[in-house]
Structures are given as structure tokens and as C-alpha cells.
């Protein structure tokens, strides 16, 4: 098993980076929809219209999101991967640390890529006005 690490500075304020992890309105929009999403520990979410699914571990509000994570790539006998999102600001931008533990060895560059191509980094780019 793999652990992934992502970082992204994010030229908004940290409430709005927030909002586009936890709100499934606001993650419709960037892409991951469509979405079942809140800020409740025990929250069993959906992406994607249910591809991806998991629940919400850790939820401390603007600072960190823990998920475990299932995929419909992934056998169903696989303990989920669990991906945490670190929120920090830094002068009125957010930077936002991914870590994504438990990663099948043969998905993991697909996996990596798939964070920047559709999850951080449309989120980024709707966030920014991109």
C-alpha cells in the first residue's frame, strides 16, 4: 500500500476552500458531483453520484477533514483508503494538504493523478474563477 501527498495554495480564504470540501451544493459545482456531503463526524458521503463513497472520521472545521474512502475500481473486501485534508491559511490564501493513506500499489499513480485532475485541482480552479 501506497500514502500520497498533494499540496495546494488556494488564492481564497480558507472558509471558502472549506465550504468547497464539505458542501455538496459547492462540490456540484466544481465537479465531484453528484454529491451527499456535510461537516458531521459519522456523515456517510457519495461522490461522483456514488463511484466514490466513505465517512467522515475527523471533522475540525476550516482546519481538517479525515475521510475513509471507497472507490467502485476496488474490490469490496479492501480495507478503504483514508485521505485527510489540512486546511491552513496563509495571507487571506489557503493552503490545503492531502494526504491519502492505504493506496493500492497498482492504482496509485492513476490515483495521484486523478486527485490533480478531478478533485484538488478543479476545486482549485472554480475557487480561483479559472
Do not use: C
Amino acid at each position: 500500500m501506497k500514502t500520497l501527498k498533494q499540496t495546494y495554495l488556494i488564492k481564497v480564504p480558507i472558509d471558502k476552500v472549506w465550504q468547497a470540501l464539505v458542501d455538496a451544493n459547492i462540490i456540484d459545482k466544481w465537479g465531484g458531483g453528484p454529491a451527499k456531503m456535510d461537516a458531521l463526524v459519522g456523515t456517510k458521503f457519495s461522490l461522483w453520484g456514488g463511484s466514490v463513497w466513505g465517512k467522515n472520521l475527523e471533522v475540525v472545521a476550516r482546519k481538517k477533514l479525515v475521510q475513509d474512502w471507497y472507490s467502485e475500481e476496488e474490490p469490496k473486501w479492501r480495507k478503504p483508503s483514508k485521505a485527510t485534508f489540512t486546511l491552513q491559511s496563509e495571507s487571506g490564501s489557503t493552503r490545503l494538504e492531502l494526504l491519502h493513506e492505504n493506496v493500492p500499489d497498482e492504482n496509485a499513480k492513476a490515483i495521484d493523478q486523478g486527485w490533480k485532475d478531478y478533485y484538488l485541482g478543479p476545486l482549485k480552479n472554480y475557487l480561483e474563477g479559472n
